[in-house]
């Protein structure tokens, strides 16, 4: 066997693994860490779950969700397991601390 076949997939997924790193740097960054992690319930939902609940429509949510990262918002997430939400602090504005082209990238690193 090649070695380079063997080679190929472990550069992708350090490539993959170092985007993913950076895109969580950027969302520390930005603040959004505070209240959301990757996979665990903080003040907002998980990544994790925002990611899944959007998963078939990821495209057409895209402009919605990266317009409410920067007007802020409350209430997309109080139902069923969700319903701490409903008494939790409202995720604040981002478009005067965080740029347009950065919170594109925090929804696509989200959704991802």
């Not at 860490?33 to 057409?60: T, W």
């Amino acid at each position: 066997m090649n070695i380079r076949w063997l080679i190929i997939p472990l550069l992708g997924m350090v490539f993959i693994s170092g985007q993913a790193f950076a895109d969580w740097a950027l969302a520390t960054k930005s603040g959004c860490s505070a209240c959301h992690k990757i996979d665990a319930k903080v003040v907002g939902p998980p990544f994790a779950c925002i990611a899944k609940r959007y998963a078939a429509e990821k495209a057409a949510k895209k402009a919605e969700l990266v317009a409410k990262v920067k007007a802020g918002g409350k209430g997309a997430w109080t139902e069923g397991d969700w319903a701490y939400l409903k008494a939790a602090i409202p995720m604040p504005p981002y478009q005067k601390r965080v740029t347009d082209e950065d919170i594109a990238k925090l929804v696509d690193f989200v959704l991802a």
